[in-house]
């Protein structure tokens, strides 16, 4: 061990005597000093315009244009400059015969020019740190935790590359190409990722021996198994062929069994990565305050009732809008992104299935107009290099499973070992992926056999859930590639006829704006379901009171004849921006996220009630206080303008347009909610895209959905709040931190520059 010291104090010396690792820390400084400022002036600004900061420490350190992340896209610049002299120094002046003359193992000259870069390394995370210690002090409650595994990534990063350095100068005694090896090899291990990524076996393998990205886990807070040991392999590998190497020039080996050499060691590396990188061998830790990295407990408690074996099978439809996501080239990528559910299931199987069938991606067909599906799959085929052999037929695919219902998209099956199964899709917005929501909500579904259960009553004239017309509601019900969608958030549907008595499964029953009246026997029917305590969601619309009322009149509600309207420069008077009411949170933490939006409710009518013994009302939605009435006159909104006729009972005030009724019954709460408008749920109204309305219609309905089954669906994927959300720093204070960063850089430049000098007068 003393001879490994002294190898690398000689080295330390050496290298320190020369300008360029002077100038490297120079430069090191300057580069972290602008990208530091950067980011956090950026958080200043922001908080100065108003619209405040939150979990700074991730958005600081490991965010986009994050601190560590910008480090690491220089790191690769300064080391071959470091390690270029290691041994080709050695090699081309000679002194590599003083140490073979000498009793020094080739083991000991390698760790000994190693540990020198491990200690510049450390003078480097030194630099580093000055700005962490900075952040601590201006950022409220920093996540030091978290900054500190960051720390750590980087670190690992600075040694694998080094190790790489070290063995591209052993193999040469010329000092550029020993550095410009070096950066082919970085550049090779950055893209190698993508090589071979059609081919299943060769796919894992590159896949692994890429360095790109291998930092983010650790910059984001999470210490992985895979990371550290990719790390840790990559050190010891380029070591070992280092050793190697020395060892052949010394005793002369013959090329033939150095070269095998090599490839023994390579081999032993890459299976114990192989193996490293399996579900089930792998270790996690987040390191980050809140567990940000990590799946929430509701999930996790969700996963550990999906006892046994769980199977996701990718049904990849390659005429399909989403086929990306699952081609060949792709699937680890995609596998990755459910990587939160396989480290606490890691028995979790991951299949795919190709096949070609009709699609709705209409701009494919108009770009190859007149071919047929199967000519369409033969050109993506051989354009991307894919074997035509690998797509099942429409006809072969049936049967195994019939996703006509899927309309063909890309979709995942779950299935437990009991057969049974659910759907998880992809979405038409900028995630396209499932959250952990939407798969913590499927999940759910194959576990649990008390799902809530949504009747549609059908007759009568009421919306349609399964139609896309503007005025119907398949977008917020049945709408697969609408992330909010029920059906993607653990709700089973059904259609009710109340001809017969209404289900027991039944928990929630919607009646939106009918438009004849019920039979006896249908109100029978009815009464029966309220009295048993069944939830309901009842929408009514303008010119429905007489038809509505009779079946909300036992519960102390009335819709109003006439209809509400809104003074409004830009807007025709019938469409109304219902506001919220304050404390909703207090029924559904969904509706907290609504904030400043309103409710869009085009033609819609107010609502009279009175308290009743048993019933809570509450409103969840109000018209404007001024340029609102309930309009009894004009119905003609286009071609006539509504005015205020208090000689007609016309009255400028705010209305109820939307209540929430809950009582004891049944030994359980029964919860109705009774909506003046119906349309603020249908498709044309949650798809609006109005100038400057910021509409919350799909949280809103989606809230009280939530509230409707006590919280427990859409599935409750909230985490802590971040405390680190205040910057004890303004626009005035962060201009003086740029300039004495800038200065600090200027006094490290010039401590360095006398040290510099004071050395080579020495």
Request: proline share 3%.
């Amino acid at each position: 061990m003393k001879i490994i010291y002294r190898i690398a104090l000689a080295e330390l010396q050496s290298l320190f005597y020369s300008p360029v690792a002077w100038l490297i820390l120079i430069v090191f400084t300057i580069q972290c000093s602008f990208a530091f400022t950067g980011v956090v002036d950026a958080n200043v600004v922001r908080k100065a315009m108003g619209y405040g900061v939150g979990n700074l420490t991730l958005d600081i350190y490991a965010g986009m244009h994050g601190f560590f992340k910008t480090l690491q896209e220089y790191l690769y610049l300064y080391i071959p400059l470091l390690t270029m002299g290691l041994m080709s120094g050695e090699l081309s002046s000679g002194s590599i015969k003083l140490l073979y003359s000498s009793p020094v193992r080739n083991s000991q000259i390698i760790l000994g020019k190693y540990l020198s870069m491990l200690v510049y390394g450390l003078v480097l995370i030194g630099i580093i740190c000055v700005y962490v210690i900075y952040s601590a002090f201006v950022v409220k409650q920093l996540d030091v935790s978290m900054v500190l595994t960051g720390l750590l990534g980087v670190y690992l990063l600075i040694c694998a590359y080094a190790a790489i350095g070290l063995f591209m100068s052993s193999i040469t005694s010329y000092q550029v190409v020993a550095a410009m090896g070096t950066l082919a090899i970085f550049a090779l291990l950055n893209v190698i990722k993508g090589i071979g990524q059609n081919i299943d076996f060769v796919r894992e393998i590159t896949y692994w021996l890429s360095i790109n990205g291998r930092c983010n886990e650790f910059v984001r807070g999470m210490i992985c198994s895979e990371d550290l040991l990719y790390f840790l392999i990559v050190i010891v590998l380029f070591l070992t062929l280092s050793i190697l190497r020395l060892k052949a020039i010394r005793q002369k080996t013959p090329w033939k069994i150095s070269l095998g050499k090599y490839t023994a060691v390579v081999i032993v590396a890459v299976v114990i990565g192989y193996f490293s990188a399996r579900p089930s061998l792998k270790c996690f830790y987040d390191a980050t305050r809140t567990k940000q990295q990590t799946l929430t407990e509701n999930s996790q408690k969700i996963l550990n009732m999906a006892a046994g074996g769980l199977t996701m099978t990718t049904y990849v439809n390659c005429l399909d809008e989403f086929n990306w996501t699952g081609e060949p080239g792709n699937r680890l990528y995609d596998q990755r992104q459910f990587e939160q559910y396989t480290r606490f299931k890691p028995e979790i199987k991951m299949q795919y299935v190709y096949f070609y069938d009709k699609s709705q991606n209409e701009r494919l067909y108009s770009l190859n107009p007149g071919l047929t599906d199967r000519e369409i799959m033969v050109k993506l085929s051989v354009a991307q290099g894919l074997d035509t052999n690998m797509y099942l037929r429409p006809e072969e695919l049936k049967q195994i499973i019939d996703l006509s219902s899927e309309d063909n998209h890309v979709v995942r099956v779950l299935e437990r070992e009991n057969g049974r199964k659910v759907f998880l899709r992809m979405f038409r917005d900028m995630w396209i992926y499932p959250s952990e929501a939407e798969v913590s909500a499927a999940i759910r579904q194959l576990v649990d056999d008390e799902l809530p259960v949504v009747g549609f009553l059908t007759s009568h004239g009421v919306r349609n859930s399964e139609k896309a017309g503007d005025r119907d509601y398949r977008y917020f019900v049945q709408e697969r590639v609408y992330r909010r969608a029920l059906i993607n958030q653990g709700f089973a549907i059904k259609n009710v006829n109340l001809d017969d008595e209404i289900p027991e499964q039944v928990n929630i029953l919607v009646i939106a704006d009918m438009q004849t009246a019920l039979s006896p026997e249908e109100m029978e029917s009815l009464e029966k379901y309220i009295a048993r305590g069944g939830n309901l969601i009842i929408a009514g619309d303008v010119g429905r009171a007489s038809v509505m009322n009779p079946i909300i009149a036992s519960l102390g509600v009335q819709f109003m004849t006439g209809q509400i309207v809104q003074q409004n420069k830009d807007f025709m008077m019938d469409l109304v921006f219902a506001k919220p009411q304050e404390d909703l949170g207090n029924l559904s933490y969904m509706f907290d996220a609504l904030g400043g939006r309103v409710i869009t409710m085009p033609g819609c009518v107010g609502l009279k009630y009175e308290q009743k013994p048993g019933f809570t009302i509450t409103p969840l939605l109000m018209s404007e206080t001024r340029g609102c009435w309930n309009e009894v006159e004009t119905t003609n909104f286009i071609d006539e303008e509504a005015k205020l006729n208090v000689n007609v009972g016309e009255v400028e005030q705010a209305y109820p347009l939307a209540l929430a009724l809950s009582r004891e019954i049944a030994g359980k709460q029964q919860k109705i909610v009774i909506l003046g408008d119906a349309d603020c749920m249908s498709n044309a109204e949650m798809k609006a895209n109005r100038d400057r309305v910021n509409a919350g219609n799909g949280m809103f309905i989606l809230g009280i959905f939530n509230w409707l089954t006590d919280g427990e669906f859409p599935i409750d994927v909230r985490r802590p709040a971040t405390p680190d959300n205040d910057l004890y720093v303004g626009v005035d204070g962060m201009k003086i931190t740029r300039y004495a960063f800038w200065g600090f850089s200027l006094l490290l430049m010039v401590v360095y520059l006398c040290l510099w000098f004071h050395r080579r007068g020495r």
